[in-house]
């Protein structure tokens, strides 16, 4: 998705904005352009593709100035060409503006603003922000930019600079992430941390509908009625060198090997010599799941954790669809919103329907400050570091863990979980890294079998209650990096219908870590096998003897608890999607149409 970034300061700024583009890169995009004020002019360099076209652009025909914004371009309203990416511009050229997010009434203001004699170069939403704010502008852009905003409707991040106002960079949020970075004699602006953090780690988070004016020795925030706010910065823990691929061909795959240490640091910030600390306050009646993608797989988990371990009922819902769907309040439920970025629009709004509706609300995120982060009383943090690649991998180990945890806890108050079964799941998940390490360590194999099977038509993934949960994490990940096709099934579902898929060879995962489900589940695999699939089962190391007796292949993982055997056998399913998109020779971190963080509905 779309990336800002910002620079106020006493240094050149093209290449600051470029490197910030640079950083931006993961979230996905598919242009990118920086606007600089040059003397007394504002100059754009702007192009579909990658970075680095823009980078030839700004090398040949650079841009002197020392402030300036950048943008990379998800295109939504126009294809992604050179007029269509940002930078946008007023009639005159006065006015730049970059913009992340989708104005819905651009149809009925484009009409408006072509009336009064504007003339419009692109396709976009953005452009009409730009005429709008330049045909309000009387000399003050705050004023502008607030009346700007009486007009809009949709979702915005705006950064803008303007040549009537060259000691100024402005900049409002509605429903979409900024966050100004705070220099000695600088300021820096991105809609994601990474972009600026080799140059500050004190960041300030703008509420919506918040106006900051960066210059270079300070910022000033406002609220929408034009009152001085003063929020107080964050300090960034993690630096520029975590968000780095340091050595690894792929973010994909430093994060894969990074998941022992951020189990291990996830579980020691939520225990300590006495123990399991409170993951949430009091208990609940009823614990439900918001969440998209991959969030909302690991909320499947968590369900199956908090019915098991809680004994209260709890379920995971997709998140565009909980917001948009008839509720039914009840008194002791809660509800908590899972996801890595802590930015998915659709994840931020079924929280506050939830709210709403009078619910207990949290969240579970891996993004301290982010909007979620900041929209709740308590939340649950992931400590797996900077996410870079867009399928998440270690943001979603965490996520189970911190789950697992939580449904302990919820155990533990209300007598379901006795204190020495609790202790020894606490044992187990603490020798967990090293088994970890283990699994990531067994790559050849799965790397032939990816090798073999790079030309599959059609995988299946299924399993029967908490696998079924993996399996479709397993086909998730799978297509969204190699793009193979894919279909994720609860094993005893197959034959309803998806069996008439299966062909001579098509290969089908089964995942088994629950004893008393294995032979279910195996005798699914079989029915699959008797019409020409080419079977792998994916169970510990107890299983072995009897899996190979039905499937063709069998990957294992070390024996555990049944309740960590999720966070083991996820890590060959994610080394499989990896494999086979390095196979297929796909763009690993940035799967085509995909972004990392989804701020529009
Ligand atoms: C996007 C990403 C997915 C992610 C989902 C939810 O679709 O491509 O990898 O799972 O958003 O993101 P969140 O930040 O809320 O966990």
């Not at 690991?298 to 669809?321: C, D, M």
């Not at 002791?332 to 919103?337: F, I, N, R």
């Not at 900077?386 to 991998?393: L, M, W, Y």
């Not at 299946?460 to 949960?469: E, K, P, Q, S, W």
Request: proline share 4%.
């Amino acid at each position: 998705m779309c990336g800002i970034v910002g620079y106020i300061g006493n240094r050149e700024c093209q290449e600051i904005l470029l490197d910030g583009l640079r950083r931006l890169e993961y979230r996905g995009y598919d242009s990118a352009g920086i606007a600089v004020m040059q003397g007394e002019r504002v100059q754009v360099r702007k192009c579909a593709g990658r970075i680095a076209q823009l980078e030839g652009l700004a090398r040949r025909n650079p841009l002197s100035g020392k402030m300036g914004i950048g943008h990379t371009r998800w295109a939504t309203h126009g294809e992604p060409t050179d007029l269509n990416a940002h930078p946008h511009q007023d009639v005159k050229g006065n006015i730049a503006l970059v913009h992340n997010g989708i104005i819905e009434n651009h149809g009925m203001l484009r009409n408006y603003l072509e009336k009064q004699g504007c003339r419009f170069v692109s396709q976009t939403d953005t452009e009409v922000i730009a005429h709008l704010i330049h045909s309000l502008y009387k000399g003050d852009m705050l004023q502008a930019i607030r009346e700007a905003m009486g007009f809009l409707e949709g979702s915005y991040a705006l950064a803008v600079i303007c040549e009537s106002e060259p000691d100024s960079l402005y900049c409002v949020r509605l429903g979409s992430p900024l966050v100004v970075g705070m220099g000695a004699g600088e300021m820096f602006l991105a809609s994601d941390i990474p972009a600026i953090l080799p140059h500050t780690r004190d960041m300030l988070f703008l509420e919506d509908k918040e106006i900051a004016v960066l210059r270079r020795d300070g910022v000033r925030v406002y609220d929408a009625v034009g009152a001085i706010r003063h929020p107080s910065p964050y300090h960034i823990s993690w630096d520029a060198a975590a968000a780095e691929k340091g050595g690894y061909a792929h973010f994909m795959l430093k994060e894969m090997m990074e998941q022992p240490q951020a189990v291990q640091g996830t579980l020691s910030a939520y225990t300590g010599k006495e123990g399991l600390r409170e993951m949430l306050p009091g208990k609940v009646e009823r614990l439900d799941f918001i969440a998209c993608g991959t969030a909302y797989h690991a909320g499947r988990v968590g369900a199956y954790y908090l019915r098991q371990l809680a004994g209260i009922e709890s379920a995971a819902h997709i998140a565009s669809e909980y917001r948009y769907c008839r509720l039914f309040p009840q008194t002791d439920a809660g509800v908590l919103a899972i996801s890595q970025s802590g930015e998915t629009a659709d994840t931020l709004a079924a929280l506050q329907k939830a709210r709403a509706m009078g619910m207990q609300t949290a969240a579970l995120t891996n993004t301290v400050g982010s909007t979620l982060d900041r929209s709740v009383k308590t939340t649950l943090l992931t400590y797996a570091g900077p996410e870079i690649a867009v399928a998440s991998t270690k943001a979603y180990i965490t996520q189970v863990e911190t789950l697992l945890l939580l449904a302990m806890d919820q155990g533990r108050k209300n007598g379901a979980l006795s204190g020495e079964r609790l202790g020894d799941i606490l044992n187990q998940l603490g020798r967990l890294p090293e088994k970890m390490e283990e699994v990531l360590k067994k790559q050849t194999p799965i790397q032939h079998y990816c090798d073999g099977h790079m030309n599959e038509k059609l995988m299946f993934f299924i399993g029967r209650g908490v696998d079924y949960a993996l399996a479709m994490e397993a086909a998730l990940k799978l297509k969204e990096v190699s793009y193979l096709p894919c279909e994720a099934y609860a094993a005893g579902e197959l034959k309803h219908g998806a069996i008439a898929l299966i062909e001579q060879g098509t290969p089908v995962f089964a995942i088994c870590t629950q004893e008393e489900l294995l032979e279910k589940t195996l005798s699914n695999l079989r029915e699959t096998k008797a019409r020409g699939a080419e079977t792998v089962c994916i169970c510990p190391e107890t299983m072995e003897k009897r899996a190979r007796q039905e499937a063709d292949l069998v990957w294992t993982v070390p024996d555990s608890d049944p309740l960590l055997l999720p966070l083991l056998i996820m890590l060959p399913m994610q080394l499989l999607a990896y494999h086979m998109a390095v196979a297929k020779g796909r763009d690993v971190d940035k799967p085509r149409n995909l972004a990392k963080s989804v701020t529009v509905e």
